[in-house]
């Protein structure tokens, strides 16, 4: 199984800031897929194919990455991007998860 | 419109089966390069994929759910139920359908989720 680890656990940014969320894989995979997902909320795809944006998502959201370092990154910080973050794979089998990344609003 | 709902049981007691169903309109399952898996979460914690079955039929599962696990499809192909045996207390959970179109590969629909507590 593919463990992502995600880095930072927690953070918190200021409105206009520039965040970075990193996924690392235990081993390498083709792709990294990000999700977000509010308190009380299902999981909405953020990113797909590691650097496309899916559909109706800002574009002060990005990604990138190979093997098996990825990330994501939110040019200008806004309040409502305050959410949980999620990486991941399914280059191999079982699909899995990262371990989430809180996004707090400073 | 694509939506997904998926419905269950709220709570059910340990050692019994547990049937999800996944309610879902605006794409067919039949459809070539559609999946409709079902991912479960926690409170307070990840997500897990749990199962999928794509368009021609074929079932993945997580392994180390395998042996408990059943997701199938009805004919009509806009269902798609699990069944989860012998659940205990660590599968208490929402628990999510969600939709993966193969020619995009990410999850681009869910459904709200279905709170499932395993109590006794």
């Known amino acids: 199984e593919i463990v992502l680890t995600q880095s930072p656990t927690t953070t918190a940014a200021s409105p206009g800031e520039k965040v970075t969320i990193t996924c690392l894989a235990s081993?390498?995979?083709?792709?990294m897929y990000w999700y977000q997902q509010k308190s009380g909320a299902s999981p909405k795809l953020l990113i797909y194919?590691?650097?496309s944006l899916a559909s109706g998502v800002p574009d002060r959201f990005s990604g990138s990455g190979s093997g098996t370092s990825y990330s994501l990154t939110i040019n200008t910080m806004e309040a409502e991007d305050a959410a949980t973050y999620y990486c991941?794979?399914?280059?191999?089998?079982?699909?899995?998860f990262g371990s989430g990344t809180k996004l707090e609003i400073k | 419109q694509v939506t997904l709902k998926e419905s269950g049981p709220g709570m059910l007691q340990p050692s019994k089966t547990l049937s999800l169903t996944c309610s879902f309109s605006g794409f067919s399952l039949s459809t070539s390069g559609m999946v409709v898996s079902w991912i479960r979460q926690p409170s307070g914690k990840s997500l897990e994929w749990l199962a999928a079955i794509d368009w021609d039929g074929d079932k993945y599962y997580n392994p180390s759910l395998k042996s408990r696990l059943t997701v199938s499809k009805d004919t009509s192909n806009t269902q798609v139920f699990l069944k989860i045996t012998s659940v205990d207390i660590a599968d208490t959970a929402t628990y999510y359908c969600?939709?993966?179109?193969?020619?995009?590969?990410?999850?681009?629909?869910w459904g709200q989720g279905v709170m499932v507590t395993v109590s006794s």
């Open positions: 969600a939709r993966r179109d193969n020619n995009y590969g990410g999850f681009d629909y």
């Open positions: 194919s590691t650097s």
């Open positions: 991941q794979q399914w280059s191999s089998n079982p699909l899995t």
């Open positions: 081993s390498s995979v083709s792709n």
